[in-house]
Structures are given as structure tokens and as C-alpha cells.
């Protein structure tokens, strides 16, 4: 067996190239070898005891820069067993369930299935004649979506990368209506200035993935206004009213105002009704960033909490969080198809003109993207073997689990908790005991969450809530128990007490 930082033995005498082909002759190769992988990932299951083995970057990033990638092992085995030491060993295990950090979630086996056999069929789902069969499923899959989305049946949509780029597709069909409006009613206008005006809404606690879209549109810098939240961390309607009319007053077009269905930290929803009923008044798109909260479309007691997505122009939905499907798996939907052609390009060579007129079904021509993987094959197959109803119940296990996890840290003494989230996160702190310990808050907080992940025994996340360090669980996993929870809070706060026990007034003056 060859070791990790060794090539293969001197007298290893490579195969012909074509042995490594998928295709009909090597058959028994690909068995053995994806048979193997499966294995090998199976074994790390059965033995990870912890998320995380807390390795540093710099020691792993060691290991691995020592590999020569221009001398093959020339040996399956070899390899994996070489992946074993510089991944699969130190990978972050989502399914375990102390990993509580962000929005990554346990998979389906379902959707595992879809992934073993999209990766060797390996179809491109840009043009008809490379994908065939994936085309209409992906097609009947945005159709589903919007219907559950209550879009009506003008919509269309196509699957994407994430969350990210379905924002950046919503706002520029979201800008390109908006500037065919503005040179509809003055036409000399030059489409740099009309740029110049363009402004979206959001809220405060929107994803980053906005203002990052702003700027690859051209937009104006600052041209993404903010807007305040209520108590429940969700946009405020009366702010924005009067960013609309403060917008309005001053000359500038609002192209769009972006709701959040779930925001990544408190798992807000905004208060969509009210939010359509401004945008319908001041003829503005409206946006739904549902990337976190679309798990609820398939929820049996809480799809009210989505009311009002109907009313949007476009729908931004992560499979990927909600729907326990595999990296890549996202969605950006449109209530009106035709909006979609401000994607369209055609090219001679892949999906020209007349592939239109003859009504072949080319999905580049509504992407971003040309080369396309048939991701849509996971939530296809996971939605024909287990079906909406099973998604859904799993979903509302975490936000169940969500909501005890705020009741158990409210109770403690310890820590403060901040609003209760909508959906599966809980943002809180340690708190020290008053005095002078109390201004090492922010550090210990920070202590905490790295020691933490040092350890490998659990993960949390962070963030900073008017400029202070806070703590976050982010449940995603059916099987994380509310005995997880308390035994992870447990760590956190010795780990807490211990940084301001060393670093107190009264420990440094008598050490």
C-alpha cells in the first residue's frame, strides 16, 4: 500500500489511459471503484464520534501541499487511502448532530442515489440534444415548485448553483424590466443614467448575496438601501414606505425590493402581505429570498408562515438547506416566464434562433449558466421514493427542536438569548458575571466558539448582532436531540467561564 507523500513503487507501470474511460468495457472498474468509495465514506460514518476533529489549517494545509500531483499512485486503493488522511478524516460531518454551525444539512439517501448516477450519466442540462429526459424533469420540477410557491401558471424558473446566483438572475430580470419601464416613458434617457438611479430594498438582516448582486449589475455603490427590523428581527413595512417615497421623491426608481423568507441568522421571515401590498402600490418587483425558509412549502403546519410568496416576481429556493438535498440543488422562480428572456443568448453552435421557434426545450436559454449539472435528478428521485409530506416532517422537526433549544438557553442564567427564531436558529452569548468581567464578553464569546470547534466535540456559529459577538445554532439535523443541545451549551459555557476565570482581575492578581 502506498502511504500518504510516497508515489507508487518504482516498478508500477501505468495502464493505458483508456482503462480509466467510463463506458461499456469498464464496467467491473467502476463497480469496484465507486463500490470501494462508498466504503470508505460509510466506515467514517460508523466511526465519527464528533462533527469535527478540529485539525488547523495550517497543519492539514501541510499534508496536502506535499502531494505531487504530477506523479500518480496509479492504484484506486492507494488513492483513497491517501483521501482518507487528507479529507475524509478531517471532513465536517453535517450529519452528525452536535454540528450546529451553519445552513448545511444531513442528506437524503434518495438524493444520494440521484448524485451516484447524475455524476456518470453526466448529462448537461443547457441544450435538448445533451440532455433529453433531464430537460422535461427539470422542467416539471420548476413547475412543481412554483405551484407550491402559488405562482400561477405564467411561471417559470431553472435550477442554479445556490442561493447566490438565483438572487443575482432575480435582480437582473428585476433591473432589465426596470429599465425598459424607465426608457418606456423617456426614451432619450441613456441607460447609464438610468443605472445611476436604480436602487434596491432590503432588509438590514438580508443575505450578503444582494449587495454583492448590486455591484456585478452595475449598480450604483450604496445603491442597496437597508431598511430597519422590528423586535422579531423582520423588515419593518412603515420603513420601508418610506424609503419608497423617499426614493420616489428624490428621483430614483426602486428595481426591486428584496423580502427575506428566512433570514440566515434569526430565521426571520418578513412580513410578506404587507411587503407585496407596497410593492403592488408602487409598481416595484418584489423579490422572495426563500433560500432557508422554503423547507415550509412542504411543511403540513407552518406553509401559512410563507403567505404572501405568492405575490412575488421571482423566488429564490435552496433544496440544499430545507429539503436535505446534496450541494449543488437551488432554484430562482419568476411568476412571468417571459422575464426570463432577459437571460437569453443564443449561439449558432449550441441553441440558435430557430431552436425557439421550433419550441426545443434548450434550459440555457434562462440560465446563467451554459454547462449544467442534472442536479435537478436528486430532488426528483427524493421526491418520487420518499415524497413532499416526508421532507416537510423533517423540516418542522428542526424548527420544533429550534424553538426548545430557545426555551432551554432563555432558562439559563448564564446566557442571553436574543429573538425567537421563526424558523431553526438561536442567537445568544455567554454572559459574565457582573463587574469587570462583564468586558470580556465579546472575547470570551469568540473563546468559546473556537475552543469549541478545537476540540472537534461540536460546531456553532457566530455572528455580530450592533456590533457585538454573539453565539448561533443553526438546527438542521431531524436527529439532533434536545440532550445535544444542553450538552453543547454545557462545553460552551465552561469553555466560556474558563477564558474569563484566567483573564479576571482578581485570578491575575493573585497568580
Avoid at 157 to 165: A, D, I, K, L
Wanted: hydrophobic share 40%; glycine share 6%; charged share 25%.
Amino acid at each position: 500500500m502506498t502511504s500518504h507523500g510516497q508515489t507508487a513503487p518504482a516498478d508500477a507501470v501505468p495502464e493505458d489511459a483508456r482503462a480509466h474511460l467510463f463506458n461499456d468495457r469498464n464496467l467491473d472498474r467502476y463497480r469496484r471503484a465507486v463500490t470501494e468509495g462508498v466504503e470508505r465514506v460509510a466506515r467514517r460514518v460508523a466511526r465519527a464520534d464528533r462533527p469535527f476533529t478540529g485539525v488547523s489549517p495550517a497543519r492539514l494545509a501541510e499534508r496536502i501541499s506535499g502531494i505531487d500531483l504530477d506523479r500518480p499512485l496509479h492504484d484506486p486503493t492507494a488513492a483513497l487511502d491517501e483521501l482518507d488522511e487528507v479529507y475524509l478524516r478531517d471532513a465536517v460531518y453535517f450529519h452528525h448532530p452536535r454540528y450546529l454551525a451553519h445552513l448545511n444539512c444531513p442528506v437524503v439517501i434518495p438524493a444520494l442515489l440521484g448524485e451516484a448516477i447524475l455524476s456518470a450519466i453526466n448529462s448537461s442540462l443547457d441544450t435538448w440534444d445533451q440532455s433529453a429526459g433531464g430537460t422535461l424533469i427539470e422542467r416539471r420540477l420548476i413547475e412543481w415548485a412554483a405551484g407550491r410557491v402559488g405562482l400561477g401558471s405564467d411561471a417559470d424558473g431553472v435550477f442554479t448553483s445556490g442561493g447566490t446566483q438565483s438572487n443575482l438572475q432575480a435582480l437582473l430580470l428585476a433591473r432589465e424590466e426596470a429599465c425598459a419601464k424607465a426608457m418606456a416613458g423617456s426614451p432619450s434617457l441613456p441607460r447609464h443614467e438610468i443605472l445611476r438611479r436604480l436602487r434596491v430594498i432590503a432588509s438590514a438582516d438580508g443575505h450578503f448575496s444582494v449587495t454583492k448582486s448590486a455591484r456585478l449589475l452595475g449598480l450604483e455603490p450604496g445603491a442597496v438601501i437597508l431598511v430597519e427590523t422590528d423586535e422579531r428581527r423582520r423588515m419593518r413595512p412603515d420603513a420601508l414606505a418610506r424609503e419608497l417615497d423617499r426614493c420616489r421623491r428624490d428621483g430614483l426608481q426602486v428595481m426591486a425590493v428584496v423580502a427575506t423568507a428566512g433570514t440566515t441568522d434569526f430565521g426571520a421571515i418578513d412580513p410578506l402581505p404587507e411587503i407585496a401590498d407596497l410593492c403592488g402600490h408602487a409598481d416595484v418587483w418584489l423579490h422572495v429570498d426563500a433560500a432557508y425558509g422554503c423547507g415550509l412549502l412542504v411543511s403540513k403546519t407552518r406553509r401559512h408562515l410563507l403567505n404572501g410568496i405568492e405575490r412575488a416576481d421571482s423566488v429564490t429556493i435552496d433544496f440544499h438547506k430545507s429539503f436535505f438535498q446534496p450541494v449543488s440543488s437551488s432554484a430562482v422562480l419568476v411568476r412571468d416566464a417571459a422575464t426570463l428572456r432577459h437571460a437569453t443568448y443564443h449561439a449558432d453552435y449550441l441553441n440558435p434562433a430557430y431552436a425557439a421557434e421550433q419550441r426545443i426545450p434548450n434550459q440555457v436559454d434562462k440560465s446563467l449558466q451554459t454547462t449544467r449539472r442534472f442536479d435537478a435528478l436528486k430532488l426528483w428521485l427524493t421526491l418520487r421514493i420518499m415524497g413532499p409530506d416526508a421532507i416537510g416532517e423533517l423540516f418542522d422537526r428542526v424548527v420544533d427542536r429550534a424553538a426548545q433549544a430557545w426555551e432551554l438557553i432563555n432558562a439559563d442564567p448564564r446566557f442571553e438569548v436574543l429573538a425567537k427564531s421563526q424558523l431553526s436558529t438561536v442567537v445568544f452569548r455567554y454572559l459574565p458575571p457582573e463587574g469587570p468581567a462583564r468586558k470580556l464578553t465579546d472575547d470570551a464569546n469568540l473563546h468559546a466558539r473556537q475552543a469549541l470547534a478545537a476540540s472537534g466535540q461540536a460546531m456553532v456559529a457566530g455572528t455580530k448582532v450592533d456590533g457585538r459577538h454573539y453565539l448561533k445554532l443553526t438546527l438542521l439535523n431531524p436527529e439532533t436531540s434536545l440532550d445535544d443541545i444542553a450538552h453543547v451549551i454545557g462545553l460552551l459555557a465552561g469553555h466560556a467561564e474558563r477564558y474569563v476565570t484566567e483573564r479576571s482581575p482578581l485570578h491575575c492578581g493573585t497568580a
